[in-house]
């Protein structure tokens, strides 16, 4: 009824049509639970490490797990239906294991998609490899050998000027390597021990026509940021870089937060918040190690989880602590986690040992807890265009939690297969 | 201000409590006064209610996570206490035990204890204790964070005189400046003497926990809770209370017999 409501209201010009739809996925984002019409059938043997859903379409989930395999699925189309047309299954499209030629012969810790489109996707592996698969093919196109264990790949959702993969490593440094070119063209130093999550900036700032932006680097042991220039034909963009570290082997580390300033250009909207921690203190972050970084869509913010159990709030125009409090009570200390927002930045999903707790992200409080995995729960991925939260776990599972279907409209429908209707 | 709703429970409950043994501090219900609205407020009478102990003189202390059971909002705890921080009312101390367990002191407390300490010190021997009131004057006073550089350290010091390794040697004794395990350059600041409480403290904790976890239903109801006295700790009940359930292991419902304690699981 409040529905009909709303698209008369959108009909006659009441409602804006944005804010119709940002008003209906709010109140399905509140009513996420494990889905009762969608199902993933996990073909994998290991532990599920990372997940992600294509940039471009938002169609197919690419997921790698700890037993070498990399998996692909169509989340839109059910390969079949089970229970009468009410529940769809999803198989994976392929599965890349360790059988395949040149495929990883360790646990693969992370796969992406490339951003522009689905035709490649980039696999790093704690075999020290970085891998480019050609997906129609599934065969590797470029590869990359590394110092050590790859713990994270991120490629830049905007790059138009560049194809590079950043990897997080073992190693002290984060490599930049192109896949154009097939070498590596940066290597950013600067932590002392291995860094467990890289993660690109979603808003590209400072382009500038010739020079150098100065940028301002403050020693740190924990979270760097650099700037690094690419210069091409004439016209310089710089990149913000997000890296973090992992903590060392004995002891727990106590780890600073260095910023980096751009000087940015245009008004910015920025939320004002009383008693801001400066980083410029050098006061610590995080205890220990950062286990897993995600930049919110407009840019502006930048979460970050730590194995001291806390999940902070950064604001990166000025590098401060925003002191936002998040109830999480304990996180998982020795693998890196992904974290997943919701696009309007209110809702922050983050996986807490066995469940997944949604936050609000400007007060902190904990608005939902999705309970189902048997173990770990190390990777979330959110559909944002459907408001499905995908999570994969140390269960091997990958879990759909979703706005519930009402199973009596599907009944009197009838079967939501491809059917003609004029034709009994 | 703030005495007033404490003493008016205090009063009312007294009359009723018989055991004179029984500390007066701890005759006001934890139900009543779980929660407060400020953090100032909350601080101010956590550190009015803090245990007496007998053979350690300790001045009063407060865990952070005792102050996010007891105000609602989090974020605004941490505001707040960011606030007070660079304002110099109190002070933030990284404890060592747990993972994210900080404790908070009023500036003034702290100056006395390390009075305390530094007045003990000076009855033993007579070597350079003019670092003592360099540390009070200089340290304290610009470097507001948990932990301090080795050489930030020594160029503060120095604002009072010439400073030699014994002096770092003679604070580190003290117990102010504890010496970071991941870094070598780096030190805590620490509240001296405070080694056995923690001690209670992380005893108290478990003997808290598994308490509840032996019970058939893990919970208990909050009223016979706080009567109960742990053995392996000088804290009171209610400080482990407000402790746990502040960090999380221990969570609160209301039930319309009042308030029960259960263990929570991830």
């Not at chain 1, 100065?214 to 042991?221: A, D, N």
């Not at chain 2, 976890?213 to 209610?238: F, N, V, W």
């Amino acid at each position: 009824m409040h529905t009909w409501k709303q698209i008369r209201d959108r009909e006659f010009g009441n409602l804006r049509p944005h804010r119709f739809s940002n008003r209906i996925k709010s109140r399905r984002l509140s009513d996420l639970q494990l889905s009762n019409h969608k199902d993933f059938l996990s073909p994998h043997k290991g532990a599920l490490n990372s997940l992600q859903v294509d940039l471009t379409e938002g169609r197919y989930l690419l997921s790698a797990a700890a037993d070498a395999s990399v998996a692909v699925f169509d989340v839109q189309r059910p390969t079949e239906y089970e229970a009468g047309g009410l529940i769809s299954k999803h198989r994976c499209l392929f599965l890349v294991d360790k059988q395949h030629q040149l495929a990883h012969k360790y646990a693969v810790s992370s796969a992406v998609w490339y951003p522009v489109d689905t035709g490649l996707f980039i696999t790093g592996s704690f075999d020290h490899h970085i891998n480019v698969w050609d997906t129609n093919t599934t065969q590797v196109v470029v590869n990359f050998k590394m110092p050590g264990k790859v713990y994270r790949t991120a490629m830049s959702p905007l790059a138009t000027s560049h194809m590079l993969v950043a990897a997080a490593t073992e190693d002290v440094q984060v490599r930049l390597c192109d896949v154009a070119s097939g070498a590596f063209a940066h290597t950013l130093s600067g932590h002392r021990d291995g860094v467990m999550s890289v993660e690109w900036s979603t808003s590209n700032q400072s382009r500038t026509q010739l020079g150098r932006r100065p940028s301002v680097l403050k020693r740190s042991t924990m979270n760097k940021e650099s700037t690094f220039k690419s210069s091409s034909a004439g016209q310089t963009t710089s990149a913000k870089l997000r890296v973090a570290q992992k903590k060392l082997p004995n002891g727990n580390g106590s780890r600073q937060v260095v910023v980096g300033r751009v000087p940015a250009k245009g008004p910015i909207k920025q939320r004002l918040h009383p008693g801001m921690l400066s980083t410029q203190d050098r006061a610590t972050a995080h205890y220990g190690a950062v286990t897993g970084l995600k930049v919110t869509d407009d840019g502006m913010y930048l979460l970050s989880s730590g194995s001291d159990s806390r999940l902070r709030l950064w604001d990166i125009e000025s590098g401060c602590d925003t002191l936002v409090n998040f109830e999480t009570v304990r996180l998982q200390t020795n693998k890196p986690i992904q974290l997943a927002t919701s696009q309007d930045s209110t809702r922050v999903f983050v996986p807490c040992m066995r469940t997944v707790k949604a936050f609000d992200m400007w007060s902190g409080s904990t608005s939902a807890t999705f309970r189902g995995h048997y173990e770990c729960v190390n990777s979330c991925w959110f559909n944002e265009q459907d408001q499905e939260l995908y999570t994969g776990g140390s269960d091997r599972q990958i879990l759909v939690w979703s706005p519930p279907r009402l199973i009596s409209d599907e009944m009197e429908e009838g079967i939501a297969e491809d059917q003609d209707s004029w034709s009994n | 201000m703030d005495d007033l709703p404490e003493s008016s429970s205090k009063g009312t409950k007294r009359r009723r409590i018989d055991d004179s043994a029984a500390d007066a501090a701890t005759s006001s219900s934890l139900q009543d006064d779980l929660t407060f609205s400020d953090t100032l407020v909350a601080l101010q009478i956590m550190r009015a209610q803090f245990p007496h102990i007998d053979k350690v003189s300790i001045q009063p202390f407060i865990l952070k996570s005792q102050l996010y059971s007891s105000v609602k909002d989090r974020t605004q705890v941490d505001r707040e206490l960011e606030s007070l921080r660079r304002d110099k009312v109190l002070r933030l101390f990284k404890l060592n035990t747990g993972q994210d367990d900080h404790a908070i002191m009023f500036l003034d407390d702290y100056v006395k204890q390390i009075d305390q300490v530094f007045k003990r010190m000076e009855g033993k021997k007579e070597v350079e204790f003019e670092v003592f009131g360099w540390f009070k004057n200089y340290v304290l006073d610009s470097k507001l964070e948990t932990g301090i550089e080795h050489e930030e350290l020594c160029s503060l010091l120095s604002l009072g005189g010439k400073v030699k390794d014994s002096h770092i040697s003679i604070l580190i004794n003290a117990g102010v400046i504890i010496r970071q395990l991941i870094d070598p350059n780096m030190y805590w600041f620490a509240i001296p003497n405070i080694g056995t409480i923690l001690k209670g403290l992380a005893q108290g904790r478990n003997e808290l926990i598994s308490l509840l976890s032996r019970r058939r239903y893990k919970e208990m109801m909050l009223a016979t809770l706080e009567k109960k006295r742990l053995r392996m700790s000088p804290l009171d009940m209610r400080f482990h209370l407000r402790d746990l359930i502040g960090s999380g292991h221990l969570r609160t419902d209301h039930t319309p017999s009042g308030l029960i304690i259960r263990v929570s699981k991830d």
